[in-house]
């Protein structure tokens, strides 16, 4: 098992920035796969950004291309998300996942989650 818990989240305008962490415990954190999705209200979960275990790769949804970084440490076992630029839409509740393989973007194939953050993006 891998426990999840995500921090950094708040209100902030937009054009602003943020950064999330998300602090995982429980199994060999640097062997899985991290990732951030989101979920607006009355909306489905989705795609954020990925990165693999080692740091090397990282994935992107194109929303958010060019104006958020995925991160980590896996010495800390914590991994973050750098928001710059931030609009409105990026209006979302925002959760760390974790998985024992690579990275993909959909969210059933991920097998751990943490319980969400807020950021709210005032226009």
């Known amino acids: 098992q891998v426990q999840l818990v995500e921090s950094g989240g708040g209100l902030v305008q937009a054009g602003g920035s943020l950064r999330l962490s998300c602090a995982a415990s429980?199994?060999?954190?640097?062997?899985?796969?991290m990732g951030w999705f989101r979920q607006a209200s009355g909306k489905e979960r989705e795609f954020v950004a990925a990165v693999s275990w080692s740091g090397d790769v990282t994935y992107y949804a194109d929303s958010v291309k060019g104006r958020f970084t995925i991160s980590r440490e896996n010495a800390k076992g914590t991994v973050y998300l750098q928001m710059n630029i931030l609009k409105p839409e990026d209006t979302a509740v925002y959760y760390c996942?974790?998985?024992?393989?690579?990275?993909?973007?959909?969210?059933?194939?991920?097998?751990?989650w943490g319980q969400g953050t807020q950021v709210t993006v005032s226009s």
């Open positions: 429980g199994r060999t954190f640097s062997r899985n796969a």
């Open positions: 996942a974790a998985r024992d393989f690579g990275i993909v973007t959909s969210a059933q194939r991920w097998d751990y």
